[in-house]
């Protein structure tokens, strides 16, 4: 059947577009149920229509069954009044009457088929749409953990980033603490005469302002009679 057909077609399309284009479940079942819903509304619409002309098909067929039996009474009746061409008229509209009701019998079997069919797959669309509003919160819940797991996982590489500059610094530090080291050492040789005979020089200096005083000492207890 075209209608079937067509919209079994709409709705597997949509589904498999959303499925290829999923990337957040949370987002994807809102929107597929929305594209659902949209779907349901439109096989509410044909499928009132197939049960509409399954229903004229039936009052067709009903209405041709009830001009056989009318028209089968007025033969009947004719032939009970001795008018056999009458009865012949009638019988001759009867037999039009029931080729016409096969070919609304035919017709009328297959509006049925197409309004239980239709039937059928809005009762699924709806059945699919209930179980996944039923299935939503969880399929949104899991998604949110997931969120929370990528994001503790990427504070994990961070930190382990961070052990990585922690590292550095500290190779930074023994490098301050070796260029501190070389200061200090270079400070403490800069410290230090840089000629030996210039500070023995000046020890000696020393030594002789000591002995001119000593001399002047003994010079000054002389003249005291000391």
């Known amino acids: ?38 779907d349901l509304a439109e096989v509410k619409r044909e499928t009132a229509g197939v049960m509409a002309e ?37 019988l001759t509209k009867k037999q039009e009457l029931e080729d016409l009701g096969v070919s609304l019998q035919t017709a009328y079997a297959a509006a049925h088929e197409n309004a239980v069919k239709m039937r059928q797959l809005h009762d699924k ?28 996982n990427k504070l994990g590489a961070s930190a382990d980033k961070l052990e990585g500059s922690m590292g550095a610094f500290q190779r930074m530090e023994a490098k301050a603490d070796q260029m501190l080291d070389q200061a ?3 400070a403490e040789l800069d410290a230090q005469p840089a000629d030996e005979a210039q500070a023995l020089e000046d020890k000696y200096k020393v030594t002789d302002v000591n002995a001119s005083v000593e001399d002047e000492l003994v010079a000054l207890k002389k003249k005291l009679g000391l």
Not at 74 to 82: I, Q, R, Y
């Open 1 to 38: 059947m075209g209608i079937l057909s067509r919209f079994t077609d709409i709705i597997s399309a949509n589904i498999n577009a959303l499925l290829d284009k999923a990337e957040d479940p949370a987002k994807m079942v809102d929107q597929y149920l929305r594209k659902m819903s949209d």
């Open 184 to 186: 200090s050492a270079r």
């Open 125 to 152: 669309l709806v059945k699919d749409i209930n179980t996944l509003n039923s299935r939503r919160q969880a399929i949104k819940a899991k998604v949110s953990v997931a969120k929370t797991q990528e994001r503790i």
């Open 54 to 90: 399954e229903s004229r098909t039936k009052r067709l067929v009903d209405e041709n069954s009830k001009e056989v039996a009318k028209y089968e009474s007025l033969a009947v009746k004719a032939l009970t009044a001795g008018n056999e061409d009458d009865a012949r008229v009638f």
